[in-house]
C-alpha cells in the first residue's frame, strides 16, 4: 500500500468519483496551451510528438510508488503497459498519464541518477501529472511513499506510439478512453493552431 496521501486514497481500478466537468475544461485547456505554445520545428506532423524540448525541467512533479505485487498490478504480472518487463536499475520503469507524459518519456528525478521511462500507466494517473515509479519490492514501494521531485525530461516520448497502444485497448477501460480522447484533442488543437 502506498503511503498515505491528503484526501482518501485512489487505487488503480478502483470506483472513482464521476469527473469535475469543470477540472477536465480546465485540464483541456492547460494541454491547448502547452500544445500551442511548442514551436512549430517541434511538432513534425499530426502524427509524431507534440511535446516541450528536451532538458526541461519540471519543478514539484508529486510521485507516487508501485510494485508489481499489489492486489490491482497483479493480473499483469512484473509486465508494463507495452509489454515489456517491469525495470528497477540504472534504467526503471514509470506509470504517469500518456496524454501528459507520452509512452518513451525518458527523465531524471534531481539528485538520482538513474534514468526512467515512461513505459507503464494505471487509471489512478489519468487526468493527473502524478508519475507512478516502480519499486520493485512493497518495502521499497513505501519507503518512497508520495514525494514532490523535480524531474529533467531528456527525451519526450511520442503521442503517436502512446495512440497505437492505447486505440485498441480502447473498449476495455473508461481511464484508457479518456487517455486516448485527451491525445486526439491535443492533435486538433495542435491542426488548428497550424492552420490560424
Not at 29 to 35: K, S, Y
Request: net charge positive.
Amino acid at each position: 500500500m502506498r503511503a498515505p496521501s491528503p484526501g482518501p486514497p485512489i487505487r488503480r481500478g478502483a470506483t472513482q468519483p464521476p469527473p469535475n466537468p469543470r477540472l477536465n475544461r480546465i485540464t483541456l485547456l492547460c494541454l491547448t496551451a502547452l500544445c500551442i505554445s511548442v514551436s512549430a520545428d517541434e511538432i513534425k506532423t499530426p502524427a509524431t510528438k507534440l511535446t516541450g524540448t528536451a532538458s526541461q525541467v519540471i519543478e514539484g512533479v508529486r510521485t507516487t510508488a508501485y510494485t508489481h505485487t499489489e492486489s490491482d498490478h497483479i493480473q499483469y504480472g512484473a509486465r508494463t503497459a507495452v509489454g515489456t518487463p517491469l525495470r528497477h536499475g540504472q534504467i526503471r520503469s514509470a506509470a504517469a498519464d500518456w496524454s501528459i507524459y507520452p509512452v518513451g518519456t525518458v527523465f531524471q528525478i534531481q539528485g538520482d541518477p538513474s534514468l526512467y521511462v515512461v513505459d507503464d500507466y494505471g487509471s489512478a494517473l489519468v487526468g493527473t501529472l502524478t508519475i507512478d515509479l516502480y519499486k520493485p519490492t512493497h518495502t521499497a514501494m513505501n519507503l518512497w511513499g508520495t514525494r514532490r521531485v523535480n524531474i529533467r525530461v531528456l527525451r519526450w516520448g511520442s503521442f503517436s506510439q502512446s495512440l497505437a497502444i492505447l486505440q485498441p485497448r480502447a473498449y476495455k477501460a473508461p481511464h484508457v478512453r479518456e487517455m486516448v480522447a485527451r491525445i486526439q484533442a491535443l492533435y486538433q488543437a495542435s491542426a488548428a493552431a497550424k492552420a490560424g
